[in-house]
C-alpha cells in the first residue's frame, strides 16, 4: 500500500517534468517533421537563463521572462538557421539540429563554467508540505504539479478553443492544406518553434533547480524525451501526455520492485547468482523507455495515439 | 579527392618529428578528459599538477631538473588516451599523469606495460592519481604503474571503521550504480561490515544504471520505509548530486557515506540541504590543522586558480615523492626512479605516506569529512565545506590490505 | 506489338577504358599511398593516427552503406562496431591461451574475419526488426537499441569486461607474413591492408545489383516494390552488409589498440560516425573518408591547440550542413569540376568574394571563441595570436573580433547583390 501510494506520486510528478519537457517537441515534430535534437538544449538554456535570473531578480520572474528569452531565441534559430536547411530535407534539418545541441553545450561551458552553477529551490517553497509513512513531501512538488497542470490547461485551451490553435491543429495534420488556404506556414512554423523551445525551457527552470543545473544535463535529458513523443504518437498532446505518465509510472513502480530474473525464472533453471540471475527488475527500471520505444515502434508505428506513421 | 588524401597524410607525417632525444626537463603527460562533460574534472586536476610542478620548479626542480607538465585531451575514452600515449612518448614524455575513469586507466596500464616490453631503453613510468579500482594493486598489478590514491576497497575499509564507532547505526543500505566500480563498491561494503559488525542488517543493496535515472526519489522511498540507519554509495557525478538532492527534498535524515561528495562541482551542487547529511571520505579536507606553510599552499593554489578549489592533496604528495625518488636515484630514468619509489615514506603536512613495494599502492590516512556551514575554508564559493572532528581520521597503516599482486620486475 | 519496333539503343555504356579510370584507377591510388607513407619513416604519433584514421575509414564507409547508399539514418552503428570488435578480443584471447585447436592456429593478421563475422550476426539479428521501417522510425528503433546495447555492456562484465573492458596480446598465435605484430609498422601493415580490403569491397558493394538496388530503395521505395523486389528485404540485407562492416573495423581497432572498452558501444561514437560520415560527404563514395580523415586529426590533434576543439567540429558540421551538404567530398568536387569548366580564373572570379568573406568570419570567431574560453577559465591566461596578446577586456581584442566579422558580413552581402544583380 505504502509502496504503491509512494510509486504512485512520484512517477505522476515524473510524469509531469518528462511531459513539460516533450509537449513542446511533439508540437514541433508533428507539425515540421524535425526530431528537434536540440530539444533538451533549450530545457538546459532555460535553466540556466533562470539562474542568471535569480542571481539579480527573483525566481517568479525568471518563471516568467527565461521561457520567453529561450522562445525568442528559438524562433532566431528556425527563421535564420533551419528554414536554409529545409530544402535539403528532413535528415538534414535533424542534423542541423545535432550539430546545434554540440554548439549550444559548449557555449553554455564558456558562459557559465564547467562546472554545476548553484542554481536552488526558492525559499518560499523550500519546505516539507506533509508527511507520509515517514517519508517529507515537499511543496516544491506540488509546485512542479501546478505548473505542469496550468501549463497543460493553457496549451489545451489554446489548441482547442481558439482560432489560432484550429489553425496549429490543422497543421499538424494537413501542413499543405493549411498553406492553400492562405495561412503563412513558415511563420507558424517559426511560431510553434519558438513556443515550443519556451515549453522545454519552461522544464528546465522547474527542473533545473529541483535536479541540477550542470552542462551535461542535457545530454543526460536528451534521449528520453524522444520516447515520449514517439511513443506518445504524432501530432497528439494526449498521446504525449499519456506517455509521459506511463514512462514515469513505470519506472517508479519498477524500482519499487526488488526481485532479480533469477527469483523471476528460477522455476526454468536460472540460477539467483548467475550474472543474468543477480540482474532486478528495478535496476533495469532505466532502461524500459528504451525498450518500450523499441517495441512500440515495432508493433505500433503510429504511437499510443497518433494518427499518422512516425 | 585522393590526391588531398595523401597530401594531407605526407603533410602529417613530415610535420611529426620521429622521436626526440631527452632533453634536460622532465615532461610529465597528463592524459584526461580537458574537453567534453568532464573537462572540467580534467582541467581542475591539470592544474593541480602544473602548480605542483611550479614549486618543485622553484625549489630546484626534480634532482635539478625542470619539470614541465603537458596537457593531453583523451576526451576520458580509452582509445583515443592511447593515441595521446603514443604522441606523449613522441615529444620524449617518460612519466604519464592520470586518474579520471578506470577504463582509460586499464588502457594505459596495459599499454606501458607492453610499450615497456617492446621497447626496452625507452620504458615509461605511470603515475596514477585517482584511478581506484583495486584489480590495479592487485591482480593486474604493474612494476611500471604507481597510484597515490587510495583505492575503492581501502575507502571502504575507513567508511566501515568509522560505522563501526557509531553503535546507534543497525540497518544499511547500499545503492550503486550499475557497472564493475558499484559493484565492488557493494561486495566490499557488504564483506567488510559483515566482518566488523555482524550485528548490522543490509537492509537494501541496489545497483541502477549509469548516468540514467533522473528521479531517485523513489529509490529515497524505499530507504525510508527500509528504515536504514545510513546509506553506503560509491556514486559520482550526476548520480552522486541527485541522489544526495532527492534524500535532502524527503528529508531523508541519515548520513550518506560517499566517496565522491567532495568531487568538482558537487558542492554549488548538492546545496544547503546536504549540511550535516553528506559524509565523504578522502585523504584530506582543506580544514584540518596544518602547519601554516600548508595553509599558504593551498592559498596560493586558490589564488591562482579562483575557479578550483583545493582537492587532490595526493598530486603535491606525488611530485614530491617523484622528487625524492629522483633524487635517492640520482637520475630521472623511470626505472631507477620507479626502484626508488619502492616503500619510499614521505612527510606530509598530513602525516606520514608510504608507498607500499610489493604492489605499488599508496598507504595513507584517511579522514570521513562531514559537509558543513561553518567552516573557514569553503569550497567553490559555496560558504560551504568539508570537515572532520574525533573519531574522524583512519591511520594510514589501518587502511593496508592484503594483495594479490605477482609483481614481475625488470 | 513490341515486334514492330526496331530497337536500336546509343551504347552509353562506359568503355572498358572508362571504367578502369573511373574503378580501378583510384583504388591503385590508394594502394600507392599506403606503400608511399612507410617511406617517410613516421613517428609514433603518426603511425597510431595512421592506425586510427585507418579504422575510422572502414568505419564510416560502413555506416555510408546505410546513410548515403540506403537512406537510413542510424544512431547506433556503433553497436556493431563494438560487438565485432568484442568478439575479436575474444578471439584474440582463445589465440593467447591457444587451448583449443582452431583459435591456437588462428593468425592474429586475420581477426578483422571474425569481427566481419560477428558483425554481420549482430545485423542479422538486430536488423530483422529494425529493418521492417525507414526514415525516422528507423533512426528511433537504432537509438532505442543502441541505449540497451551500451547499457547491457556495462551490466554483463563477463562478456564485456566491466569498465575496465577486456585485454589481449596481439604477439601470439601463427604469424602471418613474417609480422611479429608487435611494432607500430607491423600493425602499419596490417591496418593498410585491412582498410584497403574494406574500401575495395565496399566499393564493389555499390556495383553489385544490390548495391543499386539499396540506392533504388533510398530514392523511391515503391518502384522498388513495383519491380518485384522487397525494400524490406534489400534494407535488411544491406544492414547486415554494414554491421559486417563496421564489426571488422571493430576487429582492427581491437587488435590496434589490445583493449576493447563498453562505451565503444554507447551513443558517443554513434554520433561521431555520424559526424565523419557527413561532413565527408554523405553523395560521394570517397566522402567518409574524407571525413574520417579530418575528424580524426581534428579529434587527435586539434585538441593540443584548443580546448574548444568540440565548439570548432560544432561550427564546421551546421556550416557542412547549412552551406554545403554535398559534405567536403561535395565541395572538392564541385571546385574540381568548376575549375575544368571555367578555368582557374573564371572560377576564383566566382568566389573572389565569398572566399575572404567567409576567411574574415572564420577569423572574427576564432578570436572570439579563444578569447572567451580563456575568460571563461579563470585561469588567468590570455590569448596569443600571431605574437599579438589579447586580454578579454582589451578594445584591440573586440576590434578584431567585430572587424573582421563585419566585413564578412559585408562582402557576402555584397556577393549576394551581385548574385541578384547578375540574373535578375
Known amino acids: 500500500m505504502e509502496t504503491i501510494l509512494f510509486s504512485l506520486l512520484n512517477g505522476v510528478i515524473y510524469g509531469l517534468l518528462l511531459f513539460m519537457l516533450s509537449s513542446g517537441l511533439t508540437l514541433i515534430f508533428s507539425m515540421m517533421g524535425i526530431l528537434n535534437f536540440a530539444h533538451a538544449s533549450f530545457y538546459m538554456l532555460g535553466a540556466y537563463f533562470a539562474y542568471s535570473f535569480t542571481q539579480v531578480t527573483s525566481f517568479w520572474l525568471a518563471l516568467i521572462f527565461a521561457p520567453i528569452l529561450v522562445g525568442l531565441f528559438g524562433a532566431a534559430v528556425e527563421r535564420w538557421g533551419l528554414r536554409k536547411v529545409h530544402a535539403n530535407g528532413h535528415v538534414a534539418e535533424l542534423l542541423f539540429t545535432f550539430g546545434l545541441a554540440y554548439l549550444i553545450d559548449e557555449v553554455v561551458k564558456i558562459i557559465w563554467g564547467k562546472n554545476t552553477v548553484d542554481y536552488q529551490i526558492p525559499h518560499a517553497l523550500d519546505f516539507p508540505l506533509f508527511e507520509l509513512f515517514g517519508a517529507q513531501y515537499p511543496a516544491y512538488r506540488m509546485f512542479i504539479l501546478v505548473v505542469a497542470v496550468a501549463m497543460l490547461a493553457v496549451l489545451w485551451y489554446l489548441l482547442k478553443r481558439t482560432r489560432i490553435g484550429l489553425i496549429i491543429q490543422a497543421s499538424l495534420t494537413h501542413p499543405h492544406m493549411v498553406g492553400h488556404l492562405g495561412h503563412n506556414v513558415p511563420r507558424i512554423f517559426m511560431a510553434v518553434f519558438g513556443a515550443g523551445c519556451a515549453l522545454a525551457a519552461l522544464a528546465g527552470v522547474i527542473g533545473g533547480n529541483y535536479l541540477t543545473t550542470e552542462p551535461s544535463m542535457a545530454t543526460f535529458m536528451g534521449p528520453v524525451v524522444f520516447v515520449v513523443v514517439v511513443v506518445g504518437g504524432l501530432g497528439s498532446l494526449e498521446g504525449a501526455f499519456i506517455a509521459s505518465l506511463l514512462i514515469g509510472l513505470m519506472q517508479t513502480f519498477a524500482i519499487s520492485i526488488s526481485a532479480s530474473f533469477g527469483d523471476i525464472f528460477g522455476w526454468a533453471g536460472l540460477s539467483p547468482t548467475s550474472e543474468l540471475g543477480s540482474i532486478t527488475i528495478s535496476s533495469l527500471a532505466p532502461m524500459l523507455p528504451f525498450l518500450m520505444l523499441v517495441l512500440i515502434l515495432m508493433i505500433r508505428p503510429n504511437g499510443l495515439m497518433g494518427t499518422r506513421e512516425v | ?410 | 506489338m513490341t515486334d514492330n519496333i526496331s530497337i536500336s539503343p546509343v551504347n552509353l555504356a562506359p568503355t572498358s577504358a572508362e571504367k578502369f579510370r573511373a574503378r580501378i584507377v583510384p583504388l591503385l591510388f590508394m594502394v600507392a599511398i599506403l606503400l608511399v607513407i612507410p617511406l617517410f619513416s613516421p613517428s609514433r604519433t603518426a603511425y597510431s593516427l595512421l592506425a586510427a584514421i585507418g579504422i575510422n575509414i572502414v568505419f564510416a564507409l560502413s555506416y555510408n552503406m546505410l546513410l548515403g547508399r540506403g537512406g537510413l539514418l542510424s544512431f547506433g552503428h556503433a553497436v556493431y562496431f563494438g560487438l565485432g570488435g568484442y568478439a575479436a578480443m575474444h578471439a584474440m584471447r582463445a589465440v593467447e591461451l591457444g587451448e583449443s585447436g582452431f583459435w591456437s592456429g588462428f593468425p592474429i593478421f586475420g581477426l578483422p574475419i571474425v569481427g566481419f563475422a560477428a558483425g554481420a550476426l549482430a545485423g542479422a539479428i538486430i536488423g530483422w526488426p529494425s529493418c521492417r521501417r525507414s526514415g525516422t522510425p528507423f533512426a528511433m528503433i537504432s537509438l532505442g537499441v543502441a541505449e540497451l546495447i551500451a547499457a547491457a555492456g556495462f551490466m554483463f562484465a563477463s562478456v564485456f569486461g566491466g569498465e575496465e573492458g577486456i585485454t589481449g596480446d596481439r604477439m601470439n598465435g601463427p604469424e602471418l607474413f613474417g609480422l611479429s605484430m608487435g611494432p607500430l609498422s607491423d600493425i602499419y601493415i596490417f591496418i593498410a591492408v585491412w582498410t584497403f580490403i574494406g574500401t575495395a569491397s565496399m566499393y564493389a558493394f555499390t556495383r553489385t545489383p544490390l548495391g543499386k538496388l539499396s540506392e533504388a530503395t533510398r530514392d523511391n521505395p515503391e518502384r522498388v516494390q513495383f519491380i518485384g523486389f522487397s525494400p524490406v528485404r534489400i534494407r535488411y540485407m544491406v544492414f547486415i552488409f554494414a554491421g559486417a562492416f563496421a564489426g571488422m573495423a571493430g576487429a582492427m581497432a581491437a587488435v590496434n589498440y589490445e583493449i576493447f572498452t563498453p562505451d565503444a558501444l554507447s551513443l558517443n561514437p554513434s554520433g561521431f560516425v555520424l559526424l565523419m560520415a557527413y561532413i565527408g560527404g554523405i553523395r560521394y563514395f570517397p566522402g567518409p573518408i574524407v571525413g574520417a580523415i579530418v575528424l580524426t586529426l581534428m579529434q587527435s590533434m586539434l585538441s593540443d591547440f584548443t580546448e574548444a576543439w568540440l565548439l570548432y567540429l560544432g561550427v564546421l558540421f551546421i556550416s557542412i550542413v547549412t552551406f554545403a551538404p554535398s559534405g567536403l567530398s561535395g565541395v572538392m568536387y564541385g571546385s574540381y569540376t568548376a575549375v575544368r569548366q571555367e578555368g582557374l580564373g573564371g572560377s576564383l572570379q566566382k568566389v573572389k568574394l565569398k572566399l575572404p568573406a567567409f576567411t574574415l568570419i572564420f577569423l572574427g570567431m576564432l578570436v572570439l571563441i579563444e578569447t572567451s574560453v580563456r575568460k571563461s577559465n579563470g585561469h588567468g591566461e590570455v590569448f596569443e595570436f600571431f605574437g599579438l596578446s589579447l586580454p578579454f577586456t582589451s578594445p584591440i581584442t573586440w576590434l578584431l573580433i567585430a572587424g573582421p566579422i563585419i566585413a564578412g558580413v559585408a562582402l557576402l552581402w555584397k556577393a549576394k547583390t551581385d548574385d541578384q544583380g547578375d540574373q535578375p
Open chain 2, 1 to 410: 579527392m585522393k590526391r588531398i588524401m595523401s597530401a594531407a597524410l605526407a603533410a602529417m607525417v613530415l610535420a611529426v618529428p620521429a622521436g626526440q632525444a631527452m632533453s634536460e626537463t622532465l615532461k610529465i603527460a597528463f592524459i584526461d578528459p580537458l574537453s567534453g562533460p568532464f573537462g572540467g574534472t580534467g582541467d581542475a586536476g591539470l592544474r593541480h599538477w602544473e602548480h605542483a610542478a611550479n614549486l618543485v620548479n622553484a625549489d630546484d626542480g626534480v634532482n635539478g631538473n625542470q619539470v614541465e607538465i603537458i596537457g593531453f585531451d583523451n576526451k576520458i575514452n580509452p582509445k583515443e588516451s592511447l593515441i595521446q600515449l603514443q604522441k606523449a612518448i613522441d615529444q620524449g614524455v617518460r612519466y604519464i599523469a592520470q586518474g579520471n575513469g578506470s577504463s582509460v586507466a586499464s588502457a594505459l596500464i596495459d599499454a606501458i606495460d607492453k610499450h615497456n616490453k617492446r621497447n626496452p631503453g625507452e620504458e615509461v613510468l605511470f603515475l596514477n592519481y585517482a584511478a581506484v579500482d583495486p584489480v590495479f594493486t592487485n591482480d593486474r598489478c604493474s612494476f611500471w604503474h604507481f597510484r597515490f590514491d587510495s583505492d575503492a576497497d581501502m575507502k571502504m575499509e575507513a567508511v566501515t571503521d568509522w560505522i563501526n564507532n557509531k553503535p546507534e547505526i543497525k540497518k544499511v543500505y547500499i545503492i550503486g550504480q550499475d557497472y564493475s566500480f558499484g559493484k565492488a563498491v557493494a561486495a566490499a561494503a557488504v564483506k567488510m561490515i559483515g566482518e566488523k559488525r555482524p550485528d548490522i542488517e543490509i537492509v537494501g543493496n541496489e545497483l541502477h544504471p549509469l548516468g540514467k535515472v533522473k528521479d531517485f526519489t523513489p529509490y529515497i522511498q524505499k530507504m525510508i520505509s527500509s528504515e536504514a540507519d545510513a546509506v553506503i554509495t560509491g556514486n559520482w557525478g550526476a548520480d552522486m548530486v541527485l541522489l544526495v538532492k532527492a534524500a535532502t527534498s524527503s528529508g531523508h535524515d541519515v548520513p550518506y557515506l560517499t566517496y565522491y561528495a567532495g568531487g568538482l562541482g558537487a558542492a554549488a551542487a548538492m546545496g544547503e540541504g546536504a549540511v550535516g547529511r553528506v559524509l565523504t571520505v578522502s585523504e584530506v579536507n582543506t580544514n584540518l590543522d596544518t602547519p601554516g606553510a600548508q595553509d599558504e599552499l593551498i592559498d596560493g593554489f586558490e589564488d591562482k586558480y579562483t575557479e578550483i578549489s583545493y582537492y587532490y592533496q595526493r598530486v603535491f604528495n606525488a611530485m614530491n615523492m617523484l622528487d625524492m625518488a629522483a633524487t635517492k636515484a640520482d637520475s630521472i630514468d623511470p626505472t631507477k626512479v620507479a626502484m626508488a619509489l619502492e616503500g619510499m615514506e614521505y612527510e606530509t603536512p598530513y602525516g606520514t605516506v608510504t608507498m607500499r613495494a610489493d604492489n605499488h599502492q599508496i598507504l595513507q590516512s584517511l579522514y570521513m569529512s562531514t559537509f558543513s556551514k561553518d567552516v573557514k575554508r569553503d569550497v567553490e564559493k559555496t560558504g560551504l565545506g568539508w570537515v572532520s572532528g574525533e573519531g574522524d581520521k583512519i591511520e594510514a597503516a589501518d587502511t593496508a590490505m592484503e594483495t594479490s599482486c605477482k609483481m614481475s620486475r625488470p
